[in-house]
């Protein structure tokens, strides 16, 4: 390992799971080599500055009002095939523009935390530097065709289960690690439950529902509030409306029956899962990968079409979520997992292989390695 490494981590869109990820990674490179140089750079914005907010705000307008368009869509291996003329066209672009930021910084290794900024640096590679280590950490259970180039040296995935997947598509096992998907290196910190119960005023033998709709506070959450509300079960609930203003507005002008903590976009997540009894949520990466790191059982709504419903029918199917259809069959749902969480999960322990603390400082670890 070089005393100092220099680590450039490329992800895309502020305020989302691939930035996260991207950022948990830097934070754990940090306490491993203090003396590192490690840079997290948004490359969509770096080499497409004008496209950004036009592509991101036609992908939010597809996902909220015509998902079926995003689901055929997705992982589509015919439409990849089809689409590689323009990639290519877009690659080469790509590297143009990041080439000053890749000759300036002149980094180790790259660690990309999403698709789009892999295929440019594996063309990259191709063009300019063969040897430098690249390395795909995917932020989903489920990966895609789009994350596939000879040129990457080793990808990180969540389990076994995404492995195998990426295999499928012809990724060399040697290539593949299974590492977890980086998340905040505190959520491996252990909390006591009475005593965060006590900081925010709740009473620790009520259970407590987390609400949560991702950061940009999506999904039917003014109706899950309103019905569990009113539910003859004794709850306590918290809501985080992310950056949902107009949901954070009608919260706060709301009277609930029960006692309700009203979060905005925060950085208290760790500490809310590990108050928590049960979560409901889509199933995006991060949220999905903190609430394994803290063994937190999910309840599934309103995933987004692509890889949100590939990670819902993963934790579906190992055990460690209930998916709902309707905000109506939520206070079964919630009844049923409140049940399971009191016997203590007879059916054993589904969170082993899928609960990973430590995946930053693990995923650090490794990247530091390649240098």
């Given at each position: 390992?070089?005393?100092t490494?220099?680590?450039?981590?490329?992800?895309?869109?502020?305020?989302?799971?691939?930035?996260?990820?991207?950022?948990?990674?830097q934070?754990?490179l940090?306490?491993?080599?203090?003396?590192?140089?490690?840079?997290?750079?948004?490359?969509?914005?770096?080499?497409?500055?004008?496209?950004e907010?036009?592509?991101h705000?036609?992908?939010?307008?597809?996902?909220?009002?015509?998902?079926?368009?995003?689901?055929?869509m997705?992982d589509?291996r015919s439409?990849?095939?089809?689409?590689n003329?323009v990639?290519?066209?877009?690659?080469?672009?790509?590297?143009?523009?990041?080439?000053?930021?890749?000759?300036?910084?002149?980094?180790d290794?790259?660690?990309?935390?999403?698709?789009?900024p892999?295929?440019?640096?594996?063309?990259?590679?191709?063009?300019?530097?063969?040897?430098?280590?690249?390395?795909g950490?995917?932020?989903?259970?489920?990966?895609?065709?789009?994350?596939?180039?000879?040129?990457?040296?080793h990808?990180?995935?969540?389990?076994?289960?995404?492995?195998?997947?990426?295999?499928?598509?012809?990724?060399?096992?040697?290539k593949?690690?299974?590492?977890?998907?980086?998340?905040?290196?505190?959520?491996?910190?252990?909390?006591?439950?009475?005593?965060?119960?006590?900081?925010?005023?709740?009473?620790?033998?009520v259970?407590?529902?987390?609400?949560?709709?991702?950061?940009r506070?999506?999904?039917?959450?003014?109706?899950?509030?309103?019905?569990?509300?009113?539910?003859?079960?004794?709850?306590?609930?918290?809501?985080?409306c992310?950056?949902?203003?107009?949901?954070?507005?009608?919260v706060?002008?709301?009277?609930?029956?029960?006692?309700?903590l009203?979060?905005?976009?925060?950085?208290?997540?760790?500490?809310?899962?590990?108050l928590?009894?049960v979560?409901?949520?889509?199933?995006?990466?991060?949220t999905?990968?903190?609430?394994?790191a803290?063994?937190?059982?999910m309840?599934?709504?309103?995933?987004i079409?692509?890889?949100?419903?590939?990670?819902?029918?993963?934790?579906v199917?190992s055990?460690?979520?209930?998916?709902?259809?309707?905000?109506d069959?939520?206070?079964?749902?919630?009844?049923?997992?409140?049940?399971?969480?009191?016997?203590g999960?007879?059916?054993?322990d589904p969170?082993?292989?899928?609960?990973k603390?430590?995946?930053?400082?693990?995923?650090?670890?490794?990247?530091?390695?390649?240098?």
């Amino acid at each position: 390992m070089k005393a100092t490494p220099k680590i450039l981590i490329l992800y895309i869109t502020e305020h989302s799971g691939h930035h996260s990820a991207g950022r948990a990674i830097q934070q754990a490179l940090h306490e491993l080599a203090p003396s590192g140089e490690f840079l997290c750079v948004n490359a969509f914005r770096h080499a497409f500055p004008f496209a950004e907010r036009l592509i991101h705000g036609v992908y939010m307008t597809v996902i909220k009002r015509a998902p079926k368009i995003w689901e055929a869509m997705y992982d589509n291996r015919s439409l990849v095939n089809r689409a590689n003329r323009v990639k290519n066209w877009v690659h080469m672009l790509g590297v143009r523009r990041l080439s000053g930021l890749m000759d300036s910084f002149r980094p180790d290794a790259v660690v990309c935390t999403q698709a789009f900024p892999c295929g440019i640096v594996a063309d990259y590679k191709t063009r300019h530097s063969p040897s430098l280590p690249l390395i795909g950490v995917l932020t989903d259970l489920s990966p895609h065709d789009f994350w596939v180039y000879d040129q990457v040296n080793h990808y990180v995935v969540h389990c076994p289960h995404s492995l195998e997947m990426l295999a499928q598509k012809g990724v060399p096992r040697a290539k593949i690690h299974s590492m977890g998907i980086p998340i905040d290196p505190k959520f491996a910190i252990s909390r006591d439950r009475a005593e965060l119960a006590g900081n925010f005023g709740l009473r620790p033998e009520v259970p407590v529902v987390l609400i949560m709709g991702g950061g940009r506070g999506l999904g039917d959450i003014r109706q899950i509030l309103t019905l569990l509300d009113r539910s003859p079960l004794a709850l306590q609930l918290i809501v985080v409306c992310g950056l949902n203003k107009s949901l954070y507005a009608w919260v706060q002008s709301q009277s609930f029956s029960k006692t309700v903590l009203k979060f905005k976009y925060t950085d208290q997540i760790d500490r809310l899962m590990s108050l928590a009894s049960v979560i409901v949520t889509k199933p995006g990466g991060i949220t999905t990968a903190e609430a394994l790191a803290k063994r937190l059982p999910m309840i599934i709504l309103d995933p987004i079409p692509g890889q949100e419903t590939r990670n819902a029918g993963v934790l579906v199917k190992s055990g460690l979520a209930q998916q709902i259809h309707s905000p109506d069959e939520l206070p079964r749902a919630l009844e049923k997992t409140l049940n399971l969480r009191r016997s203590g999960f007879p059916i054993g322990d589904p969170w082993s292989g899928f609960s990973k603390p430590h995946s930053s400082m693990d995923i650090a670890r490794f990247v530091i390695a390649q240098c």
